[in-house]
């Protein structure tokens, strides 16, 4: 049947592929995405970061790669290969910071070492190289992404077969439009994001500029307690809360009570003239 040989043709070019398209499709990411750490370290880092340290952080991440690989599931099909490849790169690289802070502190105060699990820092108390620090961190890296897997395949498993349907079907009218976007595009463009995103808190002294400070916009409200104060002190409390917070001052923080009255005021003055409006006399 003509269906049935459209699907058949449309499979053909869909991953996992075979033969020497594969291997050109995972060569142009690996090039992609060598090329980004490369330009990272000569134009945004210059010397801050020695090529000895910037090759030691590299090979962790070439590492953690490799092992991804034989560890993964082969997606079958454009749809479950494209779904799988969007997971990796922007929940897979959450996973991964969150696992190794956790796993770095844990480590550390085990073992007491903590320049051994101090993520970049490969030399000594003397500042020579100890191989044996790189060791222990890349297998802390490994165990990271060995955590990577797991979180994205069980989150993958619960997507409807037909969620990512949707987005590729804007190119899914040409099969060979759909297999460049899907093998080739897609992963060029996020794995490359991916390895400056991870690059950043595998160095030395390593919080991610773009993603420590998104966390730190979600978390600061838990922190300060922005969220629990409001419902301790009751509703009559949120007003004032929001205009302390205005003024840049912290639920916790004492703030003297002419203070607290002067920011107030104005806006009680103004709730109080929408609610009482002025009234017109006429003859």
């Not at 070439?62 to 079958?76: C, R």
């Amino acid at each position: 049947d003509g269906g049935a040989m459209t699907v058949a043709v449309a499979m053909d070019f869909c991953p996992p592929l075979r033969g020497p398209l594969d291997l050109a499709v995972r060569f142009s990411v690996v090039w992609t995405c060598a090329s980004v750490l490369v330009v990272k370290k000569v134009s945004h880092e210059g010397d801050l970061r020695r090529w000895r340290d910037f090759l030691l952080d590299t090979s962790k991440q070439a590492a953690g790669a490799l092992w991804a690989w034989l560890v993964s599931v082969h997606w079958e099909g454009c749809g479950a290969y494209w779904t799988g490849t969007v997971l990796e790169t922007t929940f897979g690289v959450l996973v991964e910071y969150l696992a190794l802070v956790l796993l770095s502190r844990l480590f550390q105060e085990a073992t007491g070492n903590a320049r051994a699990f101090s993520t970049g820092d490969y030399s000594g108390k003397d500042g020579i190289l100890e191989l044996r620090h790189y060791v222990m961190q890349l297998t802390l890296w490994i165990m990271c992404v060995t955590v990577m897997k797991l979180a994205t395949v069980s989150v993958a498993a619960t997507y409807s077969e037909h969620s990512e349907d949707e987005v590729l079907e804007v190119v899914s009218w040409s099969p060979r439009l759909e297999l460049v976007f899907v093998s080739l595009l897609t992963p060029c463009a996020l794995r490359g994001l991916q390895v400056w995103l991870t690059d950043d808190f595998l160095k030395k002294e390593g919080r991610p500029p773009l993603l420590g400070q998104l966390l730190r916009q979600v978390l600061r409200p838990l922190r300060r307690g922005e969220l629990a104060e409001p419902l301790r002190g009751g509703d009559r409390a949120e007003p004032l809360l929001n205009a302390l917070r205005v003024a840049g001052k912290a639920p916790g923080d004492a703030v003297p009570a002419a203070q607290a009255e002067a920011i107030e005021a104005p806006r009680m003055r103004k709730l109080s003239s929408r609610s009482n409006p002025p009234v017109e006399l006429t003859d």
